[in-house]
């Protein structure tokens, strides 16, 4: 008895597949670890545009990873996104991205924004700055991520914790650059430079700056974008006190990470998949990012937005975002040998 209405349940379900199964065609599913609200109304434009539906579900990066192993061929995702150039270069070692086929990922996106092998490809560009009260720092004291280390700047420094992936991103690079020995130096001495305990978001470390806590934090740009542009008073003028400095403008340049995707190895829609992948990085989209989400463009030519234009040109460092994944573990361990929480 108790069956029927499930019967009856999973037949309306049969029913409703097969009379949607026209409709299913025009239908991607997008595993992703992005939060913004902003990308739900690129999927509406893409549905304007194509009659595309994308269906999405977020998780963390990690979890979506294991995810797609463990469902293997009979994954519903076509494409993957992530936050990191680290974890994307994971996703692509652990062998669920098919090479993407997308002309414009081909032709408007060369390597390191681009994996060699066209597994993954960047849709925006995030700098790791240093931001800096507008009362208490003078720009001149500012140079490098690495003089942030000194004594100078004992009890003057927020961050937050070394469990996330932009923090471990960052680290990678100095690696790459420095070696490890200096690096766990650097982790130290910023340790010991610590304010407070690493805690919250980038956004809270522009907050404790602003509130008086400390004098300089580590952010990704687009946090302050976000708190410049906040519903709440409180958060605008936190942004208001504090102002960005690129560092390392002398040597190997600003650290940036990326924004990207790849296409699911088991995916059968790879025409549909291309179609998203040539609209995220059609000039159109790219400059709604730097407009919308305060992330930069990965696609030459196309205009920064007003706000990116205040906070400055910089110089980036053009390392290739496979060391982001390459040197991860390396990284936590430095981390950790550091007593960075
Ligand atoms: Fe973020």
């Known amino acids: 008895m108790k069956l029927t209405p499930f019967l009856t349940l999973s037949a309306l379900f049969i029913s409703a597949f097969s009379l949607t199964g026209h409709s299913q065609d025009k239908e991607l599913t997008l595993y992703t670890q992005r939060h913004y609200a902003f990308d739900e109304e690129v999927h509406a434009k ?15 990066a990690d979890e979506l990873i294991v995810r797609l192993q463990e469902e293997g061929e009979n994954t519903p995702a076509d494409l993957f996104m992530a936050t990191d150039g680290g974890t994307l270069h994971r996703a692509h070692e652990a062998g669920i991205l098919q090479p993407m086929t997308s002309e414009a990922a081909l032709e408007k996106v060369q390597p390191p924004l681009r994996e060699k092998g066209s597994h993954w490809v960047a849709m925006t560009k995030r700098a790791r700055v240093i931001i800096h009260s507008k009362d208490r720092v003078d720009p001149s004291e500012l140079s490098t991520y690495e003089a942030l280390a000194d004594e100078s700047w004992r009890g003057r420094v927020v961050v937050r914790s070394s469990t996330n992936s932009y923090n471990q991103a960052l680290l990678t690079t100095m690696i790459d650059a420095d070696g490890r020995k200096k690096s ?7 340790r010991k430079n610590m304010a407070r305990p690493p805690q919250g978001s980038d956004r809270d470390q522009v907050r404790a700056v602003a509130a008086g806590l400390a004098d300089v934090a580590i952010v990704n740009t687009y946090y302050l974008g976000i708190l410049e542009t906040a519903e709440e008073k409180k ?3 936190a942004a208001a006190a504090v102002k960005i400095f690129f560092p390392n403008q002398a040597g190997r340049g600003t650290h940036i990470n990326i924004s990207g995707l790849g296409v699911v190895k088991a995916s059968s829609k790879v025409g549909l998949a291309n179609q998203f992948i040539d609209f995220l990085l059609s000039d159109e989209v790219q400059a709604l990012y730097s407009k919308n989400t305060f ?11 007003k706000r990116q234009k205040v906070w400055g040109e910089f110089k980036a460092d053009d390392v290739n975002f496979s060391v982001l994944g390459e040197l991860n573990a390396e990284a936590i361990k430095v981390f950790n040998e550091a007593g960075w929480e």
């Open 46 to 60: 893409f549905f304007k545009k194509t009659g595309i539906k994308v269906n999405v579900v977020k998780a963390a």
């Open 295 to 305: 992330e930069y463009p990965v696609v030459d030519g196309v205009p920064l937005s």
């Open 184 to 190: 766990l130096k650097w982790a130290s001495g910023v």
């Open 235 to 237: 958060d605008r003028d």
